[in-house]
């Protein structure tokens, strides 16, 4: 397995949420993640950075969890951040940025993270 770091957009520690389930599974799998949130918080030993400036920008994988509303002031980071991929799931599907971001080069998925661990897709 190749390690694919990811950065999870829209990250949160509420139990229940996809996004904190995404960032167990990603830990587990050993992956490194970065997290990105509106609160601070920790997940498995990761902090939840609130500022776009604390984040890595060497990222192979960004997996969004926030509505196609929410994302767009976080459209021209990802933009800039280049990473090779995208993963838009249920509910953050975002056509327009998926369109943007293939133009220059990066796959995009509209998948479910979870699903893609767990059957070895990801």
Do not use: W
């Amino acid at each position: 397995m190749t390690n694919k770091k990811t950065l999870v957009l829209g990250a949160s520690t509420k139990p229940g949420r996809y996004a904190l389930m995404a960032a167990q599974r990603l830990l587990e799998k050993g992956h490194s993640i970065e997290l990105f949130g509106q609160k601070e918080g920790n997940v498995g030993g990761v902090d939840i950075k609130t500022s776009l400036e604390d984040i890595d920008k060497d990222i192979d994988t960004v997996t969004v969890y926030l509505s196609e509303e929410n994302q767009q002031e976080y459209e021209d980071f990802l933009l800039q951040m280049k990473p090779k991929r995208v993963i838009f799931n249920p509910g953050a599907e975002n056509f327009e940025l998926g369109t943007k971001l293939e133009a220059q080069g990066t796959e995009v998925l509209d998948a479910c993270t979870l699903v893609m661990l767990g059957t070895g897709q990801y």
